[in-house]
């Protein structure tokens, strides 16, 4: 639950600052007519995203066996790098955001409504696609305490997300945009990394990985990953009581890959800085 939460709280609110952002842009531009085409793009998207979900759910369901195991390591692998490209798309593009969204909406406009709508049902469905994927890959891991419990989360998630646009759009309060997408994106990072070392799980299994070392630490009957404080660790820190080795090595990788990435984009964006200051 508390997984689904966060990936629909991420995914939730950027298409809805997005979408606040455009419908600002038509309103500063007299073209609130066209405010309806939007609404429009963003009902059939969550239509287009909910019938993925069905078709996702279909596909799954043709596999059995050790072709389940490859599907689901599959799945998990690439809803981790699905969430890694979304976590290096925001990071590089957030600051121009809104300049980015307001050529596109006033070269849009001049398509009139259907231009406005493409524009945000690709925005929206996007999200949705994503939310799918991701919401899949926790199942997948067992670690969503059901569709029952990913349901719950995901919902929760998404009303938090459009309550916090609707505080910054028609609330007029401050939110603090950079604390929330930092911590979400420290979270989402944390799962894409617990996705990517169940795959290693799932593909051990069927002999497509070595498992280098069996049980590398078992901790299953102190702190068992399946409920109480293991499992929500597992939501939220990919925590496993029992690994193997190739687990711990695809954890740690991705992590040291990702705090490496993050450490030289931060070092090329002070650069410019400081060269402008001298």
Not at 44 to 67: K, N, Y
Request: some cysteine; hydrophobic content about 60%.
């Amino acid at each position: 639950m508390a997984g689904a939460f966060v990936i629909m709280l991420r995914e939730g609110f950027e298409a809805a600052l997005i979408v606040g952002i455009v419908l600002a842009i038509l309103a500063r531009l007299g073209r609130m007519d066209l405010a309806r085409h939007a609404a429009l793009g963003v009902v059939a998207a969550v239509g287009a995203s909910v019938a993925f979900a069905f078709f996702a759910d279909g596909i799954s369901g043709l596999f059995e066996g050790a072709g389940q195991e490859v599907l689901d390591g599959c799945i998990l692998a690439v809803a981790a790098l699905m969430i890694t490209y979304v976590v290096v798309w925001l990071r590089q593009t957030r600051a121009g955001l809104k300049a980015h969204l307001e050529r596109q909406v006033k070269a849009r406009a001049a398509a009139k409504g259907l231009g406005i709508f493409v524009l945000v049902f690709l925005t929206v469905f996007r999200e949705g696609f994503e939310s799918v994927l991701f919401l899949w890959g926790l199942l997948v891991s067992g670690a969503a305490g059901g569709v029952g419990g990913t349901l719950a989360g995901g919902l929760l998630g998404l009303a938090s997300a459009v309550g916090i646009a609707w505080a910054l759009f028609a609330g007029g309060r401050r939110v603090p945009l950079t604390a929330f997408f930092n911590g979400t994106m420290l979270l989402l990072v944390l799962l894409a990394a617990g996705m990517l070392a169940s795959a290693a799980g799932f593909w051990v299994a069927v002999d497509w990985l070595p498992a280098l070392t069996y049980s590398v630490w078992d901790t299953s009957r102190v702190l068992p990953d399946g409920s109480g404080l293991g499992g929500f660790l597992a939501l939220v820190l990919g925590y496993n009581a029992n690994p193997t080795l190739m687990e711990v090595l695809v954890y740690g990788g991705y992590l040291g890959a990702v705090a490496l990435w993050l450490l030289a984009s931060g070092r090329l964006r002070r650069a410019p800085a400081r060269e402008a200051a001298s």
